[in-house]
């Protein structure tokens, strides 16, 4: 019997050459979407996967795969990165940055809400990762009306569905994004 892909990531020592070249060739492109999603440029991304592995290779030492597998050890490390970026994009004047859910988030944080602003990051992730687990109509419902707060009329015309059927969606779809984020611990 073979080992699976998890025994072989956790028996990874990042301080050997090979053994991070597998560790990047297995999530550097996930990665890379979740800093590029966050950031909103594919530069800064790849400035933060970059780092990501030059912070495991230096402190591989620090790793145990007892406690978290490689995948959440390297996310853990871009999620800092992240946070440290939008701080440094937000801190200099005239720099643009993305109004999106970061944006929400950091307005949050700046008001002094009781969850840390890397926490509300993550649930942010957690939230995007599950809203791809549930169906495109059930997406786009919840989308239109409860994150970006159009009205259900406008959104029901421009997707030419019934508004009671357009609620529907909304109905299910958040019930169903609960049940998704209950399975994986992350409060909605």
């Known amino acids: 019997m073979g080992e699976t892909d998890g025994e072989v990531l956790a028996a990874l020592d990042l301080r050997r050459d090979a053994d991070l070249e597998i560790a990047y060739q297995r999530h550097a492109g996930e990665l890379h979407r979740f800093a590029t999603r ?3 440029d594919a530069a800064a991304a790849a400035d933060v996967v970059q780092e990501v592995f030059v912070r495991a290779w230096r402190h591989a030492a620090r790793y145990d795969g007892a406690v978290a597998s490689l995948r959440v050890w390297l996310f853990t490390i871009a999620r800092n990165l992240v946070v440290d970026q939008v701080r440094r994009d937000r801190a200099r004047p005239g720099r643009p940055t993305d109004p999106g859910v ?4 950091a307005e949050r944080a700046s008001r002094g809400s009781a969850r840390s602003f890397s926490d509300d990051l993550v649930t942010a992730w957690f939230v995007e990762e599950a809203l791809g687990r549930i169906s495109v109509e ?3 419902a919840i989308v239109e009306t409860a994150l970006r707060g159009r009205p259900y009329a406008e959104v029901a015309v421009e997707l030419d569905v019934p508004v009671g059927t357009l609620r529907s969606r909304v109905f299910h779809g958040l019930r169903n994004l609960r049940a998704i984020m209950d399975d994986t611990g ?3």
Do not use: A, D
Not at 102 to 105: A, D, I, R, S
């Open 38 to 40: 966050h950031l909103r």
């Open 102 to 105: 970061l944006g929400e988030v």
């Open 186 to 188: 992350v409060p909605l």
């Open 138 to 140: 059930q997406r786009v």
